[in-house]
């Protein structure tokens, strides 16, 4: 009887999931999970990525916004995902089409966006689709802020020592094992 309740509520919290998400690779991982639990099998480990704090006390990357190489700097004061102009424009994004309609605080003070969604967003093995981003003006910013609009899909982070650790969810397929990576 407790078996069946558990499972009626973890086919609850997944259907809640589909709604509150839409996400199919969110969705996925939750079915894994809830597999996982009644299998009684532990989850492979999940992928995770290692980033040192640079000399200024910052700790920069380099990711793959839709295939393409990009420099970033973690912003856990950013709400969003930040490009800068010239990084939309080298990864090829529509510019022309894009509305600067949001106000943004930056650290070199008030400036406009524009909302988009990036197809896919890559930290090492750590890889996110559909991610919220704004970009700014041509000019208005020098670095690119990876913000809360990826943190938040990850599993896990948090410093230890001089490292920052992004662990994202366990992999969908158990013959897949990931291990820890350094981005420099």
């Known amino acids: 009887m407790i078996r069946f309740l558990l ?35 532990t989850a492979t480990p999940p992928p995770a990525v290692q980033i040192p704090r640079g000399q200024g006390g910052e700790f920069a990357l380099r990711a793959k916004i839709n ?24 990864i090829g994004l529509p510019l022309e089409m894009l509305e600067y309609d949001v106000d943004l605080e930056t650290a070199g003070g008030h400036t406009k966006a524009a909302r988009l969604t990036l197809d896919r967003l890559a930290v090492g093995h750590l890889v996110e689709k559909s991610v919220p981003a704004l970009v700014v003006q041509r000019g208005q910013m020098k670095t690119n802020l990876l913000g809360m609009s990826f943190l938040d899909r990850l599993e896990s982070w948090g410093v230890r020592a001089d490292k920052l650790m992004l662990t994202g969810y366990p992999e969908l397929q158990s013959s897949h094992r990931r291990s820890r990576t350094a981005i420099d």
């Open 67 to 90: 295939g393409v190489a990009a420099p970033m700097v973690i912003d856990t004061g950013a709400t969003s995902v930040v490009l800068t102009w010239e990084t939309a424009k080298a």
């Open 7 to 41: 499972v009626l509520i973890m086919l609850a919290g997944t259907a809640g999931a589909v709604v509150a998400y839409g996400d199919p690779d969110q969705i996925a991982r939750a079915s894994h999970k809830v597999s996982h639990i009644f299998r009684g099998q």
